[in-house]
Nanobody
Framework: QVQLVESGGGLVQAGGSLRLSCAASGRTSSTNTMGWFRQAPGKEREFVAAIRSSPDSTRYADSVMGRFTISRDSAKNTVYLQMNSLKPEDTAVYYC??????????????????WGQGTQVTVSS
């Protein structure tokens, strides 16, 4: 089993920045891909970004491209999501996800076996 714990959410004004962290523990050797999804009230969970090691690959949703950056510290088993130029429509619960994935980094939630509890991000206008 792999445990994921997110942190770093909060309230920020539009145009501001936040950095989310997701620390993995347990059988982390069984994962090579970690990602972020988000879910706003009344909406489906949507892909934000993901990063894979060996081979290295990153993928972003079009809505966050150029504003968000995903990175990974393998020594700490932690993935980060730096969010800049935040917009009110970025308001959501952000979830960390992980799995061992071959081929193209997937953007659908069911492709990931492990999930964190989520952290709230609220962007005020």
């Amino acid at each position: 089993q792999v445990q994921l714990v997110e942190s770093g959410g909060g309230l920020v004004q539009a145009g501001g920045s936040l950095r989310l962290s997701c620390a993995a523990s347990g059988r982390t050797s069984s994962t090579n891909t970690m990602g972020w999804f988000r879910q706003a009230p009344g909406k489906e969970r949507e892909f934000v970004a993901a990063i894979r090691s060996s081979p290295d690959s990153t993928r972003y949703a079009d809505s966050v491209m150029g504003r968000f950056t995903i990175s990974r510290d393998s020594a700490k088993n932690t993935v980060y999501l730096q969010m800049n130029s935040l917009k009110p429509e970025d308001t959501a619960v952000y979830y960390c996800a992980a799995d061992f994935i071959f081929g193209t980094v997937p953007t659908i939630p069911r492709a990931y076996a492990y999930w964190g509890q989520g952290t709230q991000v609220t962007v005020s206008s």
